[in-house]
């Protein structure tokens, strides 16, 4: 069987936080979504193994675990970042999405976690300073060259998000 994100060695330094259902990732892509990450699905012999499944397949103790725990525990991950979080809706919301539209994830059940704000933010610890200025609006792609943070930023807010949720140290 071919390898998937969460058993591959590549993605092990973007682990945020295991759960009893979900494994939450990094995405590579941060800019200007600071914070965006996504929750992967852990193989289930009793309730699927990730492949091609539907929302419907999972369990409700799996979508609680996503919709409460995960949900909420990302907010204050985001909050540590420091996004202003409250109050939620006026100055900040966190989209959260079905994409399991990769064939070379083999349609594998996942949800990204896309942090939306309204007020430009800086982390200044890795001095970067991004807005979403699509705020009000969809979701939109930025230019591919806007995405790119290198390895070290990307840790900064790893371990920012993990030390959070009291998720992965290392």
């Not at 992967?40 to 609680?64: H, T």
């Not at 994409?99 to 976690?113: D, G, I, R, S, V």
């Amino acid at each position: 069987m071919e390898s998937t994100v969460a058993d591959d060695p590549k993605y092990l330094p973007y682990i945020i936080k295991e759960y009893t259902h979900w494994t939450l990732f990094l995405h590579k892509k941060q800019n200007p979504y600071v914070g965006r990450c996504y929750a992967w699905w852990k193989k289930d012999d009793s309730q699927g193994q990730g492949e091609n499944m539907r929302p419907s397949d999972l369990s409700r103790q799996a979508v609680f675990e996503l919709n409460q725990t995960v949900f909420d525990e990302v907010v204050d991950a985001c909050r540590a970042l420091g996004h202003q979080v409250d109050p939620y809706g006026e100055n900040f919301l966190l989209n959260m999405a079905y994409l399991a539209n990769l064939a070379e994830h083999k349609h594998y059940m996942h949800w990204h976690f896309v942090p939306r704000f309204k007020e430009p933010l800086a982390v200044g610890k890795i001095g970067l300073l991004t807005a979403d200025h699509e705020w009000g609006q969809h979701y939109a792609k930025p230019a591919l060259g806007e995405y790119e943070l290198d390895e070290e930023k990307l840790r900064f807010i790893r371990l920012t998000m993990a030390k959070a949720i009291g998720g992965k140290f290392y």
